[in-house]
């Protein structure tokens, strides 16, 4: 897994921030943990079959669940595009959610990391890859104002952003130093599958 360290995280911060603002994050018994959970959750996966290949040229036609065509040409990275036959079909998954845990100071710091993994298909298999990407970027609580009913968060690299929340009752929870950790995943998978008989 490769781990890349030093990007510009002011954009994946306001991103989340404006996710959160707008889901019941501080909401849950004030008597029970530190606010966590999943903002946003979303899984795709659309199929489609192989109506025309030409090896020489890489160019590929697909027909989506609604009669609809695409045609794209399959770079050179597509490991075994010889294997792919007329009426196989493609399926592609997409996942993506952006989670959020509040934390103690020395339980987190505050950055952004990102990890990526990817893979593909060995040669002789139908071609086959996926990928995933996740990005945590952890914010410290700088501000709490109780009356407004909002929370301030300064970013990684020093940028200030303030969402009001749903339930200012839960900013009993937290506290001026408190940590937000945010993390957003994002995967894909496209295989190929014979067709069937």
Request: hydrophobic share 40%; aromatic share 4%; net charge neutral.
């Amino acid at each position: 897994m490769e781990v890349r360290r030093g990007f510009k995280a002011s954009a994946v911060l306001l991103c989340a921030v404006v996710a959160l603002a707008s889901c019941s994050m501080w909401k849950s018994e004030p008597s029970g943990p530190l606010p966590s959970g999943t903002l946003e959750e979303n899984l795709v996966t659309a199929t489609a079959i192989v109506k025309k290949i030409d090896l020489k040229t890489r160019k590929v036609t697909l027909e989506r669940a609604d009669g609809s065509h695409v045609t794209f040409v399959a770079g050179e990275q597509v490991r075994n595009l010889p294997q792919v036959k007329v009426g196989d079909t493609v399926t592609a998954t997409f996942y993506d959610s952006v989670a959020f845990a509040v934390k103690k100071p020395g339980d987190a710091a505050v950055g952004a990391v990102m990890a990526e993994q990817a893979g593909r298909a060995e040669p002789g298999e139908k071609p086959a890859a996926a990928g995933a990407r996740v990005t945590t970027v952890t914010a410290k609580i700088t501000a709490i104002d109780k009356k407004a009913g909002t929370v301030t968060l300064t970013g990684p690299d020093g940028e200030d952003t303030t969402v009001k929340v749903r339930d200012p009752n839960n900013l009993d929870r937290v506290t001026v130093g408190d940590l937000v950790e945010i993390t957003l995943t994002e995967a894909v998978g496209i295989a190929v599958e014979p067709q069937a008989k």
